[in-house]
């Protein structure tokens, strides 16, 4: 029996870190500067990720030198799909955030800040 119950135990602690997190996926970034992201959100060692994989404007998809780039970084989960203590590029300004997200279902709320001033968006998970 106790053979048993090790067997399971190391069966489960393995197959933990199969398990996907709930925010990875392709996620659609609100409009900024006129121009919109695909941002592909996966695990990266035990934080969380984002990719710009698609770019657009009002016409479509769009050729953009910022396909491929690092956008969300060092994202911590935490408890009730909040993550937290990681940093976010906005490319229209070149500029890097503290950064937040907040995960409820099919929409994830992302917030980067500079002392007091932040920015936040709502983003919609790509089907």
Not at 69 to 82: I, Y
Request: charged share 20%; proline share 3%.
């Amino acid at each position: 029996m106790k053979r048993m119950l090790m067997a399971l135990a190391l069966s489960v602690g393995m197959a933990a870190p199969a398990f996907a997190d709930a925010v990875e996926g392709v996620w659609k970034t609100q409009v900024d500067d006129g121009n919109y992201a695909h941002v592909t959100m996966s695990k990266c060692g035990s934080a969380i990720c984002g990719v710009i994989s698609k770019a657009f404007n009002a016409d479509g998809p769009i050729k953009s030198d910022n396909i491929g780039k690092r956008l969300v970084w060092d994202m911590q989960p935490n408890s009730g799909g909040k993550y937290s203590g990681g940093k976010i590029w906005q490319p229209s300004t070149g500029k890097v955030f503290k950064s937040k997200m907040t995960l409820s279902g099919n929409s994830l709320k992302v917030e980067g800040c500079v002392a007091v001033f932040c920015k936040k968006q709502t983003w919609s998970r790509v089907k």
